[in-house]
């Protein structure tokens, strides 16, 4: 795993990404930004909000570094801490509950080895949850990146993360 970043600077294009997402709200509002401006810290820094970069993101938007922390710890979508390179968001809501997401929430824990919000002893997986993640219809499901993956079966556990690894065992050699 790669050590963590101590001082925090966006490259001139996300600076200016930053600069261009501030600029949509009214002066003085610029915690409004707040959300996007994590994502681009996210993508910047490794895919996830270190403590330095949390406060850099507070420093440029002229606001407290407890209040990103308020927001980057709220809501599941933003890493806290370092993830594997393939982030698995199980729906774990009333819809996807009642048609088997906590099994599958189970069953890729056994088959990882982990537990929810662990990473795979190869670096590879982590394993979250979600509130929902608006598929209702096709729970269980989950994300994995910008991908949902629906109607969930063990059998399509196993052919998701054997197809994720392969990718990025191949992708890392």
């Not at 308020?70 to 009333?94: D, H, Q, S």
Request: one cysteine or more; hydrophobic letters at 35%; proline letters at 5%.
């Amino acid at each position: 795993m790669s050590t963590e970043v101590t001082n925090p600077q966006f490259s001139p294009e996300k600076m200016a990404e930053v600069q261009r997402v501030i600029s949509l709200f009214p002066e003085g509002k610029q915690k409004s930004a707040l959300l996007r401006i994590l994502h681009i810290a996210e993508e910047e820094f490794g895919g996830w909000l270190s403590v330095p970069t949390m406060n850099y993101v507070a420093e440029i938007l002229g606001i407290q570094p407890v209040e990103v922390y308020e927001v980057a710890t709220f809501y599941t979508m933003f890493n806290i801490e370092k993830p594997g390179k393939v982030v698995l968001e199980v729906c774990r809501t009333g819809p996807c509950m009642l048609v088997g997401s906590d099994n599958i929430i189970d069953y890729i824990q056994q088959k990882l080895n982990i537990e929810v919000g662990g990473t795979s002893a190869d670096g590879i997986f982590t394993l979250k949850t979600a509130e929902c993640l608006g598929a209702c219809g096709y729970g269980p499901m989950l994300q994995c990146g910008k991908h949902y993956h629906e109607h969930l079966t063990p059998e399509k556990v196993d052919a998701l993360l054997e197809s994720l690894r392969n990718e990025h065992t191949t992708s890392s050699n």
